[in-house]
């Protein structure tokens, strides 16, 4: 019997976590990828509000800071693997607290413990790019005293606090950095991919956006993987319709840019690549 997979799926505030998730459920509910649902799931309240939104061709609300929900989906891919999705459903400011406070709450500490596979979404057009503790020279900061200003004023910036994230859940795991990680297979989601604009292979446009992201994942990951998703394919406003989804139906939108660059409609396929072993 092949080994259970479980996945930690982790991203901050605005990545888009609980579209996806919708998004994922009704390609399970209709059979239209590589995956199917072979058990009944549990906890659906937050992804099947987000569906309704998107079955009326309207996005859905941000789920609240206080929230942490695990939604269980049994699956099974076309090879007969069968895997356990523990698909939580949080507000990412939890994600932003781990690395600020220095804190894990319990619940995050079974999950981490738990998990075969991570999935980090990142939102690259979100991410603020500019100079942090970590790119500017060190004289800036003196020059900065000598001018009476702060030094707290500079903070890490976002793919700092991206590459503290995964140093914090590496050592809650317990693994060890001796040598370049098999387990836990990481993959990389860059989501909302199509406001992106770009024919940049994924694994290329995170390296040049976030070079020290890429840097620490490369020199810690044995085969990371990198993809594409733009889980919604357009912008949807939360008070006016978008008519064609709503006719459509929201399985008919959505991709994923393979590593090599293929597109592909099947949003699935991160998922089902992590229980095929990474290949």
Not at 43 to 58: D, H, I, M, P, V
Request: net charge negative; hydrophobic share 40%.
């Amino acid at each position: 019997m092949a080994a259970q997979h479980t996945i930690l799926l982790v991203g901050e505030s605005n990545v888009g976590k609980t579209h996806y998730g919708a998004q994922f459920l009704k390609r399970l509910m209709v059979k239209a990828g590589a995956l199917k649902m072979s058990g009944a799931p549990t906890n659906l309240e937050a992804f099947t509000t987000a569906l309704s939104c998107l079955t009326e061709g309207k996005s859905t609300d941000h789920t609240p800071a206080s929230t942490y929900v695990e939604s269980v989906w049994p699956i099974t891919d076309e090879a007969g693997r069968h895997a356990e999705l523990v698909w939580p459903d949080y507000g990412g400011e939890q994600v932003r607290n781990l690395v600020t406070q220095r804190r894990i709450p319990a619940a995050w500490r079974e999950r981490v413990l738990g998990a075969t596979d991570w999935v980090l979404l990142i939102r690259l057009h979100s991410l603020r790019s500019e100079d942090d503790l970590l790119s500017r020279p060190l004289h800036s900061f003196a020059a900065a005293e000598s001018q009476g200003e702060a030094a707290a004023a500079y903070e890490l910036s976002d793919q700092a606090r991206t590459v503290e994230l995964l140093q914090m859940l590496l050592y809650l795991a317990q693994f060890h950095l001796d040598q370049p990680l098999r387990k836990p297979r990481l993959t990389i989601l860059l989501s909302c991919w199509d406001e992106l604009d770009t024919t940049e292979l994924p694994a290329d446009l995170l390296a040049s956006r976030l070079p020290l992201l890429w840097s620490f994942v490369r020199s810690n990951w044995l085969s990371p993987t990198i993809i594409g998703l733009s889980a919604l394919e357009r912008a949807l406003s939360k008070t006016d319709a978008d008519q064609e989804y709503a006719i459509r139906g929201p399985e008919e939108f959505g991709y994923v840019v393979l590593p090599d660059g293929v597109k592909n409609i099947d949003i699935t396929l991160p998922i089902q690549r992590l229980m095929a072993g990474g290949s």
